[in-house]
T-cell receptor, first 115, second 112 residues
Framework: DTAVSQTPKYLVTQMGNDKSIKCEQNLGHDTMYWYKQDSKKFLKIMFSYNNKELIINETVPNRFSPKSPDKAHLNLHINSLELGDSAVYFC??????????????FGSGTRLTVV | GNSVTQMEGPVTLSEEAFLTINCTYTATGYPSLFWYVQYPGEGLQLLLKATKADDKGSNKGFEATYRKETTSFHLEKGSVQVSDSAVYFCALVNTGFQKLVFGTGTRLLVSP
């Protein structure tokens, strides 16, 4: 039933490792996003995909690579993890035809801790 | 560019007190405005929205009115409950830009 589901919910890993976070939405939305929430709760967009095409790519280190195999999935792969990557990562989706004015639906987040 | 400014928190209130969380925005064109709420340990949930000037969004006793003349979208509730304790985010999206821009969030703490 979950509209936007992310896995894993928690991820603890060592510096230098490579990890992936998966996201799936069952809302039929056309557009998916990755947001990063830092320790002060500030939310910043990282990427956006519309129908498997990258449409927003904010200033994010190229160690972060999103992949959208189909419009219901948007995964985030992170290479060579650094301490500063520790944050909560949120996946979201929206109906592109509404230009986002219908609001975004967010997943419950993945708390990444790099040690 | 587009940006959202929220009042700094935390906002600490007693149960049944009146709540106002201020939000102002800067945007070109005619953005849609939102309030999202994040309960402890959870993701963000859409609380309410307004898509044009003078629209009032409301949900669960919370209200906010889109004021173009003051570029504001302040969140209000007449009587808060302990269960309202959460972080509240004001946000905007400008049609065509496909990007939801958030304020810094305001933590609300309600005590019994």
């Amino acid at each position: 039933d979950t509209a936007v589901s992310q896995t894993p919910k928690y991820l603890v890993t060592q510096m230098g490792n490579d990890k992936s976070i998966k996201c799936e939405q069952n809302l039929g939305h056309d557009t998916m996003y990755w947001y990063k929430q830092d320790s002060k709760k500030f939310l910043k967009i990282m990427f956006s995909y519309n129908n498997k095409e990258l449409i927003i790519n904010e200033t994010v280190p190229n160690r972060f690579s999103p992949k959208s195999p189909d419009k219901a999935h948007l995964n985030l792969h992170i290479n060579s993890l650094e301490l500063g990557d520790s944050a909560v990562y949120f996946c979201a989706s929206s109906q592109e035809a509404l230009g986002g004015i219908g609001g975004y639906t967010f997943g419950s987040g993945t708390r990444l801790t790099v040690v | 560019g587009n940006s959202v400014t929220q009042m700094e928190g935390p906002v600490t209130l007693s149960e049944e007190a009146f709540l106002t969380i201020n939000c102002t925005y800067t945007a070109t064109g005619y953005p849609s405005l939102f309030w999202y709420v994040q309960y402890p340990g959870e993701g963000l949930q859409l609380l309410l929205k307004a898509t044009k000037a003078d629209d009032k969004g409301s949900n669960k006793g919370f209200e906010a009115t889109y004021r173009k003349e003051t570029t504001s979208f302040h969140l209000e509730k007449g009587s808060v409950q302990v269960s309202d304790s959460a972080v509240y985010f004001c946000a905007l999206v400008n049609t065509g830009f496909q990007k939801l821009v958030f304020g810094t969030g305001t933590r609300l703490l309600v005590s019994p």
